[in-house]
């Protein structure tokens, strides 16, 4: 007999028990780690990809990342000198806000700055995020990198992407089978904030604009039992 496909009810109880199991296992985690390693560092993450926080992850397969609740996070850490889990730990707290994460290792802490300093990903923008230089696609035939490229190490887009070049606001129109602009076409100006048919297009033409860097904000030290603020990457590079 097929099973039934009406919908089940699922009871809230339910669900907020397992929220309450995956914080207490992320509070937990986090405590059992900063009793095994020597350093434990809060990072921010720009550009957020799941793909290159796996890399991460693969480097630093001797160490442990937690990313989840922020509040959560720092409350097992401690978020006063009294209920803090190891002294100096609450001073990490003022650092867990946004899009970040903790990283548990007993690697030197000037290899693992080092790392992130050197570390970063290009990929294509989302919407919501701001462009980071103009974009101009010049009149005439539209190749498929959209002008980055001399005409002769490129070639026409084809022509049965016209229509959705339309869909997506491109002016364009079909001449003797060849997608033709009348004139230039800017995708984005540098700081605009991009919508979905803008990103749409840069992806198109191959034009990257995010980048994926995961910032080091501060650290404690098991041995010092003090917290030590971090760089930011430019800082680090100049």
């Known amino acids: 007999m097929p099973k039934s496909k009406r919908a089940k009810v699922v009871h809230l109880s339910k669900v907020e028990k397992k929220g309450k199991e995956l914080s207490q296992k992320l509070f937990d985690g986090v405590r059992e780690a900063a009793d095994q390693y020597q350093y434990i560092f809060v990072f921010s993450v720009e550009n957020m ?8 992850r693969a480097e630093f397969s001797d160490s442990r990342i937690f990313f989840g609740k922020t509040k959560v996070m720092a409350k ?60 101009t696609i010049p009149e005439g035939v539209v190749y498929s990198r959209g002008g ?21 606001d491109m002016p364009v129109r079909l001449v003797k089978g060849k997608v033709v602009l009348d004139g230039d076409y800017t995708v984005c100006k540098e700081g605009q904030e991009l919508n979905s048919h803008q990103t ?13 860097r995961v910032d080091l904000k501060a650290y404690w030290s098991a041995a010092s039992q003090e917290v030590t603020e971090v760089a930011s990457n430019e800082e680090v590079e100049e």
């Open 49 to 56: 990809r799941n793909t290159y926080l796996k890399n991460v």
């Open 76 to 135: 097992s850490l401690g978020s006063s000198p009294e209920d803090e889990y190891l002294p100096n730990l609450s001073q990490l707290t003022p650092h867990i806000t946004g899009n970040v994460g903790l990283l548990f290792t007993s690697r030197a802490p000037s290899d693992v700055i080092q790392y992130f300093a050197d570390f970063s990903e290009v990929d294509y923008a989302r919407a919501g995020v701001s462009a980071t230089r103009t974009f």
């Open 148 to 168: 980055e490229v001399p005409v002769e190490d490129d070639e026409p887009l084809s022509h049965s992407l016209e229509v959705t070049l339309r869909k997506w």
């Open 200 to 212: 749409a297009l840069l992806k198109m033409f191959g034009v990257a604009m995010a980048e994926f």
